[in-house]
């Protein structure tokens, strides 16, 4: 298996539009979880979903995110519209119950809101 | 809700030597889990070590280990002969929605 893939990695983009990541987990991994990581506030869980239904999205800053999880093949977290303070670093992330906690995380998606 | 401290936001150790990061932590949880993660400087985010609060001994895992205190809160990571390839920034995490700390930066000098 490739492990978790994120795309794009790097985007830069205006302020005002719309910035869609992009998630392809690791088959059999039943858990999938979004992280945002900056300087300032470290690393921070936005939300996770159990077999693609969404379980915790307490962490989504505002109504400007959104995330979904269609199929367990694929998820995407979406901004919109997008603002410079939404730049940091974009995790997803994947687990299995019973693993001990074990996440196996993506590259990462680096995005700058210009 | 889970709060993390790492009170060390950077450190600098010998190569070959053993460092000690530390980590305490505050949850209501009755049962839960703590990991460490190591974030070299490419981004990704490497699962180190897990201990589970009901585990009667400390966890270990080649060169790191776990000092799990668990009436003080507190989930000390070791890393014992120390490599170059150890600098990095790690994390220390609980539950399975893993509320991080701030993370602690390693350099090991040669």
């Known amino acids: 298996d490739a492990g978790v893939i994120q795309s794009p990695r790097h985007e830069v983009t205006e302020m005002g539009q719309e910035v869609t990541l992009r998630c392809k987990p690791i088959?059999?991994?039943?858990?999938l979880f979004w992280y945002r990581q900056t300087m300032m506030r470290g690393l921070e869980l936005l939300i996770y979903?159990?077999?693609?239904?969404?379980?915790?999205d307490s962490g989504m800053p505002e109504d400007r995110f959104s995330a979904k999880m269609p199929n367990a093949s694929f998820s995407t977290l979406k901004i919109q519209p997008s603002e410079p303070r939404d730049s940091a670093v974009y995790f997803c992330?994947?687990?299995?119950?019973?693993?001990?906690?074990?996440?196996?995380f993506g590259e990462g998606s680096r995005l700058t809101v210009l | 809700a889970q709060k993390i401290t790492q009170t060390q936001p950077g450190m600098f150790v010998q190569e070959k030597e053993a460092v000690t990061l530390d980590c305490t932590y505050d949850?209501?949880?009755?049962?839960?889990?703590l990991f460490w993660y190591k974030q070299p400087s490419s981004g990704e985010m490497i699962f180190l070590i897990y201990?589970?609060?009901?585990?009667?001994q400390n966890a270990t895992e080649g060169r790191y280990s776990l000092n799990f205190q668990k009436a003080r809160k507190s989930a000390n990571l070791v890393i014992s002969a120390s490599q170059l390839g150890d600098s990095a920034m790690y994390f220390c995490?609980?539950?399975?929605?893993?509320?991080f700390g701030a993370g602690t930066t390693v350099t090991v000098r040669a």
């Open positions: 201990q589970g609060s009901y585990d009667q």
């Open positions: 949850t209501s949880d009755p049962s839960y889990g």
């Open positions: 992330a994947v687990g299995r119950q019973g693993s001990a906690g074990e996440l196996f």
């Open positions: 979903f159990n077999n693609n239904v969404p379980i915790d």
């Open positions: 088959s059999g991994h039943d858990y």
């Open positions: 995490a609980v539950d399975y929605k893993l509320s």
